[in-house]
């Protein structure tokens, strides 16, 4: 079994709304990660959690912030953001940092 | 900087017309290079890991090689249900979770 699960599957949110996006495997995968997709462009890296921790934050501004409360579960709080951050966000996971990531379905967020 | 460059861009097929997907790589010291399947809306579907130069693998009417420069995505007598955008990304050896992408390819297979 190769399934992440996110949701919600959408999202509409006002600028100065407060909503978080879920992201769960449990397939005993250590490395968990946060991308942003926009339209036609390949998926871009937010953050990479290893072993719960911390270890990549690609200079995402403070309006997103992830958190990871256990092995299996990652989260991504949104706040005050911006119509541009509307995009496809995906959730993936692998056994450690450099081994295969497996991609959730995504949420597809619309700021207005 | 590690850099992935794939092409075409797009690739119009006919049902049943093979052709071959290309994406070519700079990194410094190769861990991993990875074809992923993107279908419209959705998170990208894994389809092979391809560690060093000479491997090959398969799968249905797909088959992913690799060179030291560049890797092939192989579709043989593609369908209709093939058509998707082809993402191809690697993982260099000195960035452990950081995978980069390239711009993938659109393939429209008409039937």
């Known amino acids: 079994d190769t399934e992440v699960t996110q949701t919600p599957k959408h999202l509409v949110m006002g600028m100065t709304n407060k909503k978080s996006l879920k992201c769960e495997q449990h397939?005993?995968?250590?490395?968990m990660y946060w991308y942003k997709q926009k339209a036609k462009k390949p998926p871009e890296l937010m953050f990479v959690?290893?072993?719960?921790?911390?270890?990549i934050n690609e200079s995402v501004p403070s309006r997103f912030s992830p958190e990871c409360p256990n092995s299996s579960l990652l989260n991504l709080h949104l706040h005050a953001l911006q119509p541009e951050d509307s995009a496809l966000y995906l959730c993936?996971?692998?056994?450690?940092?450099?081994?295969?990531?497996?991609f959730g379905p995504g949420t597809r967020l619309l700021v207005l | 900087e590690d850099q992935v460059t794939q092409s075409p861009e797009a690739l119009r097929l006919q049902e049943g017309e093979s052709s071959s997907l290309n994406c070519s790589y700079t990194?410094?010291?190769?861990?991993?290079l990875f074809w992923y399947r993107q279908d419209p809306g959705k998170g990208p579907e894994f389809l092979f890991t391809?560690?060093?130069a000479g491997e090959e693998k398969e799968k249905e009417r797909l088959k992913a090689t690799l060179t030291k420069k560049e890797s092939f995505l192989h579709i043989t007598a593609p369908k209709p249900e093939d058509s998707a955008t082809y993402l191809c990304?690697?993982?260099?050896?000195?960035?452990?979770?950081?995978?980069?992408f390239g711009d993938g390819t659109t393939l429209t297979v008409k039937p």
């Open positions: 993936a996971s692998s056994r450690g940092r450099q081994e295969t990531q497996y």
């Open positions: 391809l560690y060093s």
């Open positions: 959690y290893s072993y719960e921790k911390l270890s």
């Open positions: 397939m005993g995968h250590r490395a």
């Open positions: 990304a690697v993982q260099a050896g000195t960035n452990a979770g950081k995978s980069t």
């Open positions: 990194v410094s010291g190769l861990r991993g």
